[in-house]
């Protein structure tokens, strides 16, 4: 009988780690300021030495499971080109950093991201990698910084096989 105690005792110990890094804390609370309806203006560059194309279009984001996740709904054009997307961005309590899959209808790749906030909390900063068609194996490089409660901006940079990194694309989001 004293196994069982020992393991009713392990498991009730696993359970209380589980339980505790999925409760949601303060990182959450961060992504939570991106909640809400938003207009977007959008640029995109195909090369580093021609100008952007520009776009509007609109984004809905709400957190889910009880203030996890963080969920976005975006639409408008990419490059004259209907575009939607979606995302979740996360903390992981347990890698301690922030984590973001992204899927559109114009690939069909998921895109996979992690990284970190800034001690003062107003950027936060992730990488991914993927082996572009055309480029080949490239870094990108994700920044979404807090401007005020009603403006924030994303920008995607994207290196490759030769350390070379370029701006891709940005966009403002402004609280509708």
């Known amino acids: 009988m004293e196994t069982g105690r020992e393991g009713t005792q392990a498991v009730q110990e696993m359970m209380d780690v589980y339980k505790k890094l999925g409760t949601p804390g303060e990182p959450h609370k961060l992504l939570s300021r991106m909640e809400g309806s938003w207009e977007t203006r959008t640029k995109a560059w195909v090369s580093p030495d021609q100008p952007p194309s520009e776009s509007k279009g609109t984004a809905e984001h709400k ?14 054009d990419m490059m004259g080109t209907p575009f939607t997307g979606i995302g979740y961005m996360g903390y992981d309590n347990n890698t301690g950093k922030y984590v973001t899959v992204w899927l559109d209808d114009m690939s069909t790749s998921i895109m996979y991201f992690e990284g970190t906030a800034s001690p003062d909390g107003k950027t936060i900063t992730q990488t991914s990698q993927y082996n572009d068609p055309i480029q080949g194996p490239m870094v990108y490089r994700a920044v979404t910084t807090f401007i005020d409660d009603n403006t924030f ?7 490759d096989q030769t350390g070379k990194e370029d701006k891709m694309m940005e966009t403002v989001y402004t609280r509708r």
Do not use: H, P, T
């Not at 957190?63 to 408008?76: H, K």
């Not at 901006?153 to 290196?159: D, R, S």
């Open 63 to 76: 957190m889910i499971f009880d203030g996890r996740y963080l969920q976005e709904n975006m639409s408008g």
């Open 153 to 159: 901006g994303f920008e995607m940079y994207g290196k």
